[in-house]
């Protein structure tokens, strides 16, 4: 038990010296001779110790329903148009999350089913049929959205919300956010640092669908919109209505990139942006088609502006202006960017922590954790003499190599996670206390101190393994299960039960043989 080879020496002591030179970035602003080749990283601090936003976000998943069962409602009038097939009757039923229609005659029944068959995708794994066909002997034709499938597209545009979000915000400049989702319907968001939130929460709270439609000139004014347009209101005109065609000429989701600048001839700031090759082709062809016409760009069911087209536009280029601020254009270029949200979101829950606030925290927080250190450390020196002078060196290591892997993980550090932290030093000495309990017990059962710390190590190893694998595994359940703070606490815990069972059963060990090896004592100082 107190035999190490070289090797195996020159391993834990590399692994000691990692740990050191890998929490350093955390101690001390970067140096000028530090490696390339090593990772530069550093434990973040979370929203209570550093201030900022917290936002609970809710989905609109009425909005994702409403806008499949407009695609499946244009998807059905294609494809009967395309087999040329009369019907009548086309309309949605969001209550029954079905699109019906009637066949003009019943016995285009079959043409009609094969025609929309085709509208019948397969999710991966057991996601099912995205619709349900049905068609009855009266020539009424259903497409239903089964609710498995409904179930899928939740999960979806969840999982779609998030990425867009944090696109969002890392293109704003927030560091280290926090995103995750909360139950079925919700997502946390945490903005360590933010100063300027009433800005953050517009950036994530637009849904940024763009679409270009046309301007319908001919149509006259009034409450209600002809067949086939609709009103929309001017978003920098209250009060200022257009009518427009109800069909997208090009759609925003076909953009590729979108960046602020200034129109180098009247110096206003502008939105430049590019599209991919079916975006081009389309916006190239209405173009050409409508010179001289009024070409409407909407943002959220708003017209930012309606520019005459000019001349055709075919580079697959263009630009919007409409007395943008710098601030304005340089965030609807990224709205752009980052592209538009599946459903609109809504603020449940806000809440904004000051810097002053989490000074004040981390100023507690430091101080619980150095004077229950401190404690620890007279404590073992105390009751153990020297052999609790190991147990401290090994301390002292398990905080360096526990910073070093939370630094690694990019793990961000919270209230909840100080206390876990200085409950891990507490629980780390609990493996020494009971090693040095054995070799105490052996050295008064008349061992001599060879066989007393052989003893003592090997029979409290089974007791110190199981404690730790238990609480282990308790912590695990903790973080899987638990909220983002319990989380943060069940991160720290876990990492610190590792790195305990590395210092206090392998490093005090090599310690004590060293010891041992070069003293040879008559008597075990315990």
């Not at 953050?200 to 086939?228: N, S, W, Y």
């Not at 759609?251 to 502008?270: H, K």
């Not at 105490?440 to 190590?457: F, H, I, Q, S, T």
Request: charged share 15%.
């Amino acid at each position: 038990m107190l035999y190490f080879t070289r090797a195996k020496t020159l391993g834990i002591a590399a692994l000691c010296a990692l740990g050191i030179l890998l929490s350093l970035p955390n101690l001390a602003p970067r140096p000028g001779f530090w490696p390339g080749f090593l990772p530069w990283n550093q434990v973040h601090l979370g929203l209570d110790l550093r201030g900022g936003s917290y936002l609970l976000l809710q989905i609109d998943f009425s909005a994702v329903e409403k806008q499949d069962l407009a695609s499946v409602l244009d998807q059905a009038r294609q494809a009967m148009r395309g087999a040329t097939l009369g019907y009548t009757g086309l309309h949605a039923d969001p209550d029954q999350n079905a699109v019906t229609l009637h066949l003009l005659s019943p016995a285009d029944a079959p043409a009609a089913q094969a025609a929309l068959q085709k509208l019948i995708t397969y999710g991966q794994g057991n996601a099912g049929p995205n619709l349900a066909l049905n068609v009855a002997s009266d020539g009424t034709v259903t497409l239903t959205i089964p609710n498995q499938a409904l179930i899928a597209r939740r999960s979806q545009a969840i999982d779609q919300s998030i990425t867009i979000i944090q696109r969002r915000i890392d293109g704003s400049g927030v560091l280290n956010p926090q995103i995750a989702r909360q139950g079925t319907d919700q997502i946390v968001v945490q903005l360590p640092g933010v100063s300027d939130p009433e800005r953050i929460k517009t950036l994530i709270g637009t849904t940024a669908h763009m679409t270009f439609q046309m301007v319908d000139e001919t149509a006259t004014p009034g409450p209600v919109p002809p067949l086939g347009d609709e009103i929309l209101p001017m978003a920098d005109e209250p009060g200022e209505k257009m009518i427009v065609n109800s069909d997208v000429a090009v759609d925003g989701a076909d953009l590729t990139n979108a960046q602020a600048s200034t129109d180098p001839q009247t110096g206003q700031w502008e939105v430049v942006f590019s599209l991919n090759s079916l975006g081009a082709r389309e916006f190239a062809d209405v173009t050409t088609a409508n010179v001289g016409k009024l070409f409407a760009i909407i943002l959220d069911g708003k017209i930012i502006e309606a520019p005459v087209i000019r001349e055709p536009i075919t580079g697959g280029s263009g630009s919007i202006t409409g007395g943008f601020s710098p601030q304005r254009a340089t965030d609807l270029a990224l709205l752009l960017r980052a592209g538009a949200l599946p459903a609109p979101l809504n603020i449940v829950e806000e809440q904004t922590v000051g810097p002053e606030l989490g000074a004040d925290a981390i100023k507690a927080g430091a101080y619980s954790l150095a004077l229950g250190f401190v404690l620890v450390l007279v404590f073992m020196a105390t009751f153990y003499g020297l052999f609790g002078w190991f147990a401290n060196v090994a301390l002292v290591m398990n905080l360096f190599i526990m910073l070093a892997i939370l630094s690694v993980m990019g793990a961000t550090l919270t209230l909840p996670g100080m206390a876990g932290i200085l409950l891990t030093l507490g629980m780390a000495v609990d493996a020494n206390v009971l090693i040095n309990e054995r070799v105490r017990e052996e050295v008064k059962a008349g061992r001599k101190p060879l066989a007393a710390l052989e003893a003592g190590y090997k029979r409290a190893y089974g007791t110190i393994i199981d404690s730790n694998v238990t609480t282990l595994l308790a912590h695990v359940t903790l973080f899987i299960f638990g909220s983002p703070p319990v989380r943060g606490f069940a991160v720290t815990i876990c990492v610190g039960i590792i790195t305990t069972l590395f210092t206090a059963t392998v490093l005090v060990r090599l310690i004590t043989s060293k010891w041992y090896v070069a003293r040879r004592p008559a008597a075990l100082p315990v």
